[in-house]
């Protein structure tokens, strides 16, 4: 009769006999939610430290695509420079097989006047 006394008032006691205000059974429950509470923050600092490093490695192979892209069109302007360069070249030498072909051509009618 002194437990439902107790218990109206809002008071109760343990296993140990220890007093509390609040029904075993809430105290109980907020125990349980306060560990899973725990595991779930626990899974969280987990979840977010493999994301971390996945960022960080995304953010690697970014660069390095990045660098590999940058030297894909080092080598493609280069390329690009290279033939010009040789065009001009080509050019430069069929003008100068046009310069002496007019040498030669007035060369030979030099000869056949003489």
């Known amino acids: 009769m002194a437990k439902n006394i107790l218990g109206e008032a809002g008071l109760h006691f343990d296993e140990l006999r220890k007093l509390w205000v609040l029904d075993p059974e809430v105290t ?67 003008a100068l097989i046009a310069e002496k072909k007019m040498q030669l051509e007035r060369n030979e009618l030099k000869i056949s006047f003489l």
């Not at 600092?45 to 953010?59: H, W």
């Not at 990045?66 to 010009?84: F, T, V």
């Open 28 to 94: 109980q429950q907020t125990t349980e939610l306060k560990k899973e509470s725990k595991d779930f923050v626990d899974k969280i600092g987990q979840f977010q430290k493999i994301a971390g490093g996945l960022i960080e490695l995304v953010d690697q192979l970014a660069k390095e695509a990045e660098n590999e892209k940058m030297k894909a069109i080092g080598a493609r302007n280069l390329l690009k420079s290279i033939a010009k360069q040789r065009e001009a070249q080509q050019q430069q030498l069929q």
